[in-house]
C-alpha cells in the first residue's frame, strides 16, 4: 500500500511492508529513504527484497527509526545499518533492550495488559537470534525529521514499553508503533501494554494532536477517532 503525502519540503511516500503480521514503513521522499521498524530477523530476504523493488538499494537507507525495541521491531535493523550505512534511531529507554537482546529490561514481571489469546500463542513462539547493536541517535520526544526531509516530529508515546515513540507528520500521519492496533478488527490499545497508566496518557496526549490516520505496528489503518 502506498500513500503520497506533500510535506513542506517535497510530496513522499508511505510503503507499508507487512511481513508476518509486522508492519515496517519505508517513507521516500526525493532520493532519501527513512524506514520506520525492521521486521523479524527471519524476514531478512523478504524485506531486502522489498526495500529494492521499492526503489531503496544498497547504500540509499538514510535512517532506521525504531518505535520501540521489540525483537519483531529491531530485529533487522544491525543488519540494515551494515548494509546501508543508515543511522539506527531510538529512544534511550529502549536501547538497553537492542544492546542486551533482553527483551524483558525495564519491563514489569507483570504487564498490566497482556492479551488472553495472545498470552497462549506467545508459549510457542520465542525470539531467534538477534543481532545486538548500539543505537546511533536517541530519539527525544518533539525532535524534528525535517533533516530528512520531512516535516515530522517524534512523539515519546510509553506505555507498550518505556521507550516507546511514534511518528507524527504534519499531515496528521502517525506511526504509533505498538501503542495501537487492529488486530482484532477494532482499532484500541495493543493487546499487550506494560503500563496502562501510561498508555492511557499516551492516547489522551494524542487526541489533543492532529491526529488523522494512525499507521499501527500490526494490523490496517485507521483513525484516531474510531479508538474508544
Known amino acids: 500500500?502506498?500513500?503520497?503525502?506533500?510535506?513542506?519540503?517535497?510530496?513522499?511516500?508511505?510503503?507499508?511492508?507487512?511481513?508476518?503480521?509486522?508492519?515496517?514503513?519505508?517513507?521516500?521522499?526525493?532520493?532519501?529513504?527513512?524506514?520506520?521498524?525492521?521486521?523479524?530477523?527471519?524476514?531478512?530476504?523478504?524485506?531486502?527484497?522489498?526495500?529494492?523493488?521499492?526503489?531503496?538499494?544498497?547504500?540509499?537507507?538514510?535512517?532506521?527509526?525504531?518505535?520501540?525495541?521489540?525483537?519483531?521491531?529491531?530485529?533487522?535493523?544491525?543488519?540494515?545499518?551494515?548494509?546501508?550505512?543508515?543511522?539506527?534511531?531510538?529512544?534511550?529507554?529502549?536501547?538497553?533492550?537492542?544492546?542486551?537482546?533482553?527483551?524483558?529490561?525495564?519491563?514489569?514481571?507483570?504487564?498490566?495488559?497482556?492479551?488472553?489469546?495472545?498470552?497462549?500463542?506467545?508459549?510457542?513462539?520465542?525470539?531467534?537470534?538477534?543481532d545486538t547493536f548500539v543505537p546511533d541517535v536517541y530519539l527525544d520526544d518533539g525532535q524534528t525529521l525535517r533533516g530528512f526531509g520531512l516535516d515530522a516530529v517524534v512523539l515519546h508515546l510509553p506505555g507498550h514499553t518505556r521507550g516507546s515513540v511514534g511518528v507524527l507528520t504534519a499531515g496528521g500521519d502517525l506511526f504509533c508503533g505498538d501503542l495501537m492496533d487492529s488486530m482484532m478488527g477494532r482499532p484500541g490499545l495493543e493487546f499487550f501494554i506494560d503500563d496502562m497508566a501510561a498508555a492511557q496518557a499516551s492516547l489522551a496526549r494524542l487526541r489533543d494532536l492532529n491526529v488523522k490516520v494512525v499507521y499501527p505496528g500490526h494490523g490496517k489503518p485507521f483513525r484516531l477517532a474510531e479508538v474508544k
Not at 510535506?7 to 519505508?26: H, K, R
Not at 537482546?101 to 506467545?122: C, E, H
Open 1 to 130: 500500500m502506498i500513500d503520497t503525502i506533500h510535506g513542506f519540503d517535497a510530496p513522499y511516500n508511505i510503503e507499508t511492508i507487512c511481513l508476518a503480521s509486522v508492519n515496517c514503513y519505508l517513507l521516500t521522499t526525493q532520493d532519501v529513504f527513512v524506514l520506520i521498524d525492521t521486521g523479524k530477523p527471519e524476514k531478512r530476504r523478504d524485506l531486502d527484497a522489498r526495500l529494492e523493488s521499492a526503489g531503496c538499494r544498497t547504500g540509499d537507507l538514510k535512517l532506521i527509526l525504531l518505535t520501540h525495541g521489540d525483537y519483531d521491531h529491531a530485529g533487522n535493523a544491525a543488519h540494515l545499518h551494515r548494509k546501508h550505512g543508515a543511522a539506527v534511531a531510538m529512544h534511550r529507554n529502549d536501547s538497553g533492550r537492542v544492546e542486551q537482546g533482553d527483551w524483558s529490561l525495564g519491563m514489569k514481571p507483570k504487564p498490566d495488559k497482556f492479551a488472553q489469546f495472545y498470552r497462549i500463542v506467545s508459549l510457542f513462539i520465542r525470539p531467534g537470534p538477534f
